[in-house]
T-cell receptor, first 114, second 111 residues
Framework: GAGVSQSPRYKVAKRGQDVALRCDPISGHVSLFWYQQALGQGPEFLTYFQNEAQLDKSGLPSDRFFAERPEGSVSTLKIQRTQQEDSAVYLCASSLDRASYEQYFGPGTRLTVT | DAKTTQPTSMDCAEGRAANLPCNHS???????VYWYRQIHSQGPQYIIH???NNETNEMASLIITEDRKSSTLILPHATLRDTAVYYC????????????FGSGTKLNVKP
C-alpha cells in the first residue's frame, strides 16, 4: 500500500521567502509528526498532531514555523521569511495512533535556503 | 535531549553479526527501547522495540539488560544493504512516542 509521501522532494528558496511543505500520511493514521534533520545529525522533533489537533509544538524553532492539519489527514509545514539556518531535511511521519510503536516516515523534503 | 548514548561508528564484515550497543541509564519504568535505522537519503525505518524482555523479529534481535540501563541490537548476518545510521531511542506512549533520535551509530558493512 501507499506509504507516507512528501512534496516537494527538493526546494530551493531565497532567504526571506516563504515556503510550504506538504505531507500525505498513510490513510487512517491518527498521529502525525514533523521532524527537522540538519546535515550529519539525527532527526529532531518539531511538532505532533493527533487528528487535526496540534498537541505539541514545543520543537518548532521560532514563530516563523507553523504547521497545520485542518482535516486530520494532509499536513502542511510552513516556514516564513526563510533563513539559511532553516536549510535541512524536513521529515514527516505518521502512526496508527498515539500508542503505536512504529512511526512510518516519508522520504523528506530537502530545503536549501540561499 | 537524547536520553541514549551510542558509539559514533562501527564496522562489520559482511555475513557476520553486527552488535550495536546503546546506553540508556536514565530510562524510566514506562519507557520502551526502540531501534530505527536510516539508510542514506531515506526516512528512518522501524526495526524493533522492547520493554524488558529480549525480542526477535525477522530483521534483528534486541537484548535488554536486566537493569534496563543498556541494550544491544543484533543483526545476525549483516549485508551491504544494512549499511546505515542506527538510532536507539527510549520513549513512552504517555508522551505519544515523541522520539529523540540523537546522533546514532553509523554502521559500515564491508565486503
Amino acid at each position: 500500500g501507499a506509504g507516507v509521501s512528501q512534496s516537494p522532494r527538493y526546494k530551493v528558496a531565497k532567504r526571506g521567502q516563504d515556503v510550504a511543505l506538504r505531507c500525505d500520511p498513510i490513510s487512517g493514521h491518527v498521529s502525525l509528526f514533523w521532524y527537522q534533520q540538519a546535515l550529519g545529525q539525527g532527526p529532531e522533533f518539531l511538532t505532533y498532531f493527533q487528528n487535526e489537533a496540534q498537541l505539541d509544538k514545543s520543537g518548532l524553532p521560532s514563530d516563523r514555523f507553523f504547521a497545520e492539519r485542518p482535516e486530520g489527514s494532509v499536513s502542511t509545514l510552513k516556514i516564513q521569511r526563510t533563513q539559511q539556518e532553516d536549510s535541512a531535511v524536513y521529515l514527516c511521519a505518521s502512526s496508527l495512533d498515539r500508542a503505536s510503536y512504529e512511526q512510518y516516515f516519508g522520504p523528506g523534503t530537502r530545503l536549501t535556503v540561499t | 535531549d537524547a536520553k541514549t548514548t551510542q558509539p559514533t561508528s562501527m564496522d562489520c564484515a559482511e555475513g557476520r553479526a553486527a552488535n550495536l550497543p546503546c546506553n540508556h541509564s536514565t530510562i524510566s519504568g514506562n519507557e520502551y527501547v526502540y531501534w530505527y535505522r536510516q539508510i542514506h537519503s531515506q526516512g528512518p525505518q522501524y526495526i524493533i522495540h522492547g520493554l524488558k524482555n529480549n525480542e526477535t523479529n525477522e530483521m534483528a534481535s534486541l537484548i535488554i539488560t536486566e537493569d534496563r540501563k543498556s541494550s544491544t541490537l543484533i543483526l545476525p548476518h549483516a549485508t551491504l544493504r544494512d549499511t546505515a545510521v542506527y538510532y536507539c531511542i527510549v520513549s513512552t506512549v504517555y508522551n505519544f512516542n515523541k522520539f529523540y533520535f540523537g546522533s546514532g551509530t553509523k554502521l559500515n558493512v564491508k565486503p
